[in-house]
């Protein structure tokens, strides 16, 4: 039996970046049937009641129905200790990061951990999530069966170092290799599930595991490999300190094999012009971390010059080294970042970048992340008038948009009416 959800409706046919706000698609009286899982219509809702008399209604009023959110970035381990006090980069994962991370060897642990991570993230309207794990294959299978218990697109993967971190969290080269590989041939393409390989970043890794990471890559060229680069000075200063040879920090990935189009490189926020046009020129994907970058200190990433140079770019929370769970938290600090640097964002691009974008840069563009026939049904019902705040913001718009924008500006989990996965609507058990 299809499910008819009816909502103003928002989705994209093109890029906002390339060509402007008129790339969206909004219907103030929308409709979008599902069945099976996926998105069969979408279109003005008298026209879809008439021809679907048989579906179930769910009458969601004046409430959006949008992609559900996507997550091209984040660290689920890294759940417990979001929002921890006070540090530079290293010292924060010296700090906080490497112990927590060092307790997923136990896999009830990692399972509690994956669970309320996944959880907190559909109670904001995220349905697909890429994420790091832990040294411990443990972390990745409990990944996997969370993201399986609720239906979920998810990716990640092992978080391979052995070097410059402590004993508990070091495996070798060949553990690497060999435990990503048995992890992809376990989880790859099982259900909605994606292997992702994932060095930590070039410090953490000797020359001979990011060898070992860039031959399995090789032989498994279809997945997507994700890792860091140039988050702060400090570390880029590292990096040339332990890669002497390198011409620069993408330059020692690219020289392990660890550059290609299905590469994700978070944060890539200092980088040189050589890097710009290699990235450019492969056409791997960068991801704005843009809580993190602000919480951390990182720095101001540049959007709008990235992606008027043709950038493949996608946007991510980083937990924990970002500060919230939330894509509209995130939307917004990605506004106020640009404001920093002098681009005001206008909301279609921001709004892309959480859905359509970052479906597009983990390689899922023909999948999730838009409203289309054929697409899969993972939906966030939104709420613009969540709070008395947004609600008399909003009340005097005089445009989509101008409504809009305060949700994005102030929305957070109370804006998310519901949470739809692979056609069913969700109740995370935290909400
Ligand atoms: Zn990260």
Redesign the pocket.
Known sequence: MPDLLLGQTLTFTDDPFLSGPDAAQHERNGAVLIDGGRIQAVGPAEVLRAQHPQATIHDYGSALISPGFIDA???YPQTGIIASWGKRLIDWLDTYTFPEESRFGDPAYAATAAETCLDLMLAQGTTTVCS?CTIHPESVDALFAAAQARGMRVLGGKTCMDRNAPDTLRDTAQAAYDQSKTLLNRWHGVDRLSYVITPRFAPTSTPDQLAALGALWAEHPSALMQT?LSEQHEEIAWVGDLFPQARDYLDVYESFGLLGRNALF??AIHLTARERARLREVGAALVH?PT?NAFIGSGLFDMAGLKAEGQRVGLAT?IG?GSSFSMLRTMAAAYEIGQLGGTALHPAQLWWLATAGSAQALGLGDTIGTLRPGFEADLAIINLASTPAIAQRAARAESFWEALFPTLMMGDDRAITATWVAGKPTRPSLL
Do not use: L, M
């Open positions: 970035h984040a660290h790091f860091h978070g944060h971390c993190s980083d080294g």
